[in-house]
């Protein structure tokens, strides 16, 4: 059976004589490592505290990166412990309800209508001034 570590115990190990990161659901103690990482021992300390999951993968890690982490493994995290962080949604990926598409239907209706409506109202006063004057 896996060692089980809460995240508490995770967070408490975040320096560099002593450090603990959370990868996918296991805890890795990288201290003996830190000063040989590749990216340098401030990447790592970064992702301390936290679930460094994204982190890594936005790296896209070599399949020799991931092997040499399995010697780092010291078990898993209790994810009963991990704290609930809200996952960060671009506006443009948010599901969009009825409400908000007839809003922004009108207002990029009124993007193009209040400069037309001004054009039409400077070449109306134009034509009106021009027919007083003849």
């Known amino acids: 059976m ?3 570590i809460s995240f508490r115990d995770v967070a408490k190990h975040k320096c560099k004589n002593d450090c603990w990161i959370l990868i996918h659901g296991k805890v890795y103690d990288i201290s003996s490592f830190i000063d040989e990482h590749p990216g340098g021992d401030n990447v790592l300390l970064a992702v301390t505290g936290k679930d460094a999951s994204t982190d890594f993968d936005d790296v896209n890690h070599s399949n020799e990166a991931k092997e040499t982490m399995k010697k780092y493994c010291i078990g898993d995290v209790d994810q009963s412990t991990v704290p609930v962080t809200a996952k960060y949604i ?3 990926e ?5 409400e908000t598409t007839k ?3 009108g207002n990029k209706m009124l993007v193009y209508l209040i400069p037309l409506l001004i054009l039409g109202v400077a ?3 134009r034509f009106y001034n021009n027919k007083q004057t003849s």
Do not use: G, H, Q
Request: charged content about 25%; overall charge negative; aromatic content about 12%.
């Open 2 to 4: 896996a060692n089980l």
């Open 90 to 92: 671009p506006p443009w």
């Open 94 to 98: 948010k599901e969009s309800t009825a």
């Open 103 to 105: 809003e922004e239907t």
């Open 123 to 125: 070449f109306v006063l």
